[in-house]
């Protein structure tokens, strides 16, 4: 029988079956295929961004500029983002996202068609995406379990996981064939096309509205006050928090990856794409793990905290590429199976109502705090060490982690 769109599921007991659990539903699975697109076409975009400003300057810190335009509206408007979604019609607010999100990345490729690669109007649309994105990422997570239901939570993140790593190996690779034969402008036109697989899905979907959403009554604002002091009253999701913007750092390749690649271990745009590559096929393995264990718990997530801190400090000082690629797919198996593990008990454990709010904080957390966090980096790998900017990282997830361990006991 067809799974419809927030039907609770059991949970299984075999892995195979746990990790497919998501795709029973009907509404997932179509959700699930227009996802691979756009995020294929979004890495792609990044990857071409990050390439393209570090040439033009020739600074990594420029890199920080970039991220602080990409993700900075996250940081200063995601509470607020978090209390939209709790209260909107998913499925219609992420219609709206998403057509912006195309508009925006044909945006960039008919001007730097026309213009060709100017510092000044990449960072301004990077902004502009910033702001759409703010409201898109919480949206997208939640609709998710409005899709499969709490049961099916942990399959389906990891499903988007492997959606994402599926990108991770195809936007870069995509990204470096039109970098070297058509030029930025064909790789914006590619993420702007990306978008239209997710509207058609939209198009097709009717989940049914969620029982936790409140009804009326307060302000913006006040959803957002009441967010925050959720997320502090909480220890589990206080602890994760701070992990969450430690990982942000792992997942910053756009920051760490330039400056290895081209100081320490002297390779041009291929060596790049190399290694997002490696990680992205590392990625891989490491969602199909999460997406197939059972519901996670705290001590489960503290363990690949470690696994993956552990993972970035010995890539950092791979002494070749070949030893820095291998590297990086471990850090992909670690860092996405301990994300999406920590993902999916965040949401678990959050009151059903404030779970867009808690949802919009972790993306905050993650990449809000990246212009702060992100300077610090590239700071490091220009004046001190690429090899030493890249460890930081690690250093900073091993550091939180141990800060979060009694939050992070089995008991709670």
């Not at 988007?160 to 402008?185: H, K, Q």
């Not at 036109?189 to 989940?207: C, Q, V």
């Not at 900073?396 to 006991?409: E, K, M, P, S, Y």
């Amino acid at each position: 029988m067809t799974t419809t769109a927030a039907e609770p599921l059991s949970a299984p007991s075999r892995p195979l079956a746990r990790m497919g659990q998501a795709l029973r539903g009907r509404d997932f699975r179509i959700w699930f295929a227009g996802q691979l697109m756009s995020a294929s076409g979004a890495l792609a975009q990044g990857v071409v961004l990050s390439w393209i400003v570090y040439r033009l300057t020739g600074d990594a810190v420029w890199l920080t500029v970039l991220t602080a335009c990409t993700w900075g509206p996250t940081l200063l408007l995601g509470p607020w983002a978090g209390a939209v979604v709790d209260r909107s019609d998913r499925r219609r607010l992420l219609m709206v996202t998403q057509t912006l999100m195309l508009l925006l990345g044909l945006a960039l490729a008919v001007t730097t068609a026309l213009f060709g690669p100017r510092l000044w109007l990449l960072l301004a649309l990077a902004t502009c995406t910033g702001l759409v994105a703010t409201v898109d990422a919480p949206a997208r997570q939640v609709f998710v379990v409005d899709l499969v239901g709490p049961g099916a939570v942990a399959s389906a993140v990891g499903l988007w996981e492997v959606a994402l790593n599926a990108s991770r190996v195809i936007g870069p690779g995509v990204a470096g064939a039109l970098l070297n034969f058509g030029g930025p402008s064909w790789a914006f036109a590619f993420n702007a096309l990306g978008y239209l697989a997710p509207l058609i899905a939209l198009g097709r979907l009717h989940p049914p509205a969620p029982v936790e959403r409140t009804a009326g009554g307060r302000p913006p604002k006040t959803g957002a006050r009441d967010g925050l002091a959720y997320a502090w009253r909480s220890p589990l999701v206080r602890g994760l928090l701070p992990m969450s913007a430690a990982s942000g750092l792992v997942f910053a390749m756009n920051l760490t990856v330039p400056p290895l690649v081209d100081r320490s271990l002297h390779l041009g745009p291929g060596g790049y794409g190399l290694l997002m590559a490696a990680f992205g096929l590392g990625g891989l393995p490491g969602a199909l793990l999460a997406a197939s264990a059972p519901e996670p718990t705290p001590r489960r997530v503290r363990r690949l905290a470690v696994v993956t801190s552990v993972a970035v400090l010995a890539t950092a000082l791979a002494p070749n590429a070949v030893l820095a690629v291998v590297g990086m797919a471990a850090v992909g198996v670690a860092s996405i199976w301990f994300i999406a593990t920590a993902n999916t008990l965040a949401q678990l454990r959050s009151a059903p109502e404030m779970r867009g709010r808690v949802m919009s904080l972790w993306g905050s957390a993650m990449t809000g705090t990246l212009p702060f966090t992100g300077l610090a980096v590239t700071f490091v790998a220009q004046h001190v060490g690429a090899r030493t900017g890249f460890s930081l990282a690690g250093a900073a997830l091993l550091l939180t982690t141990l800060a979060a361990w009694r939050a992070l006991r089995p008991a709670v």
